[in-house]
């Protein structure tokens, strides 16, 4: 399927996860340089869906008010 949010830099992967009762933003990316400008217009220009972001990076994990950041080491205790 396609994103709902893009960008042209190569080390990023953005796509969009739906479950039964929400619509997840998400952003992998491969360093720790880890602006996501995209993911956050894209939050910002649909508050009607009162959407938080997840962006999978090498940083620490993060929570802010609009996206949490989940480090790569630990995905799969997050999700598992």
């Known amino acids: ?16 996860v739906q479950t039964e009762h929400r619509v997840i933003p998400v952003e ?19 508050p009607d869906y009162q959407l938080k972001g997840l ?7 993060q929570d802010q008010e609009w996206m949490e950041n989940i480090p790569l080491f630990a995905i799969t205790k997050f999700f598992g």
Not at 1 to 16: G, I, W
Not at 35 to 42: F, G, I, P
């Open 28 to 46: 992998v990316k491969a360093e720790e340089n880890v602006r996501a400008r995209s993911m956050s217009e894209y939050i910002k220009n649909h």
């Open 55 to 61: 962006r999978i990076s090498m940083m620490g994990y």
């Open 1 to 16: 399927s396609t994103p709902l949010y893009s960008s042209a830099a190569s080390d990023v992967y953005k796509r969009q």
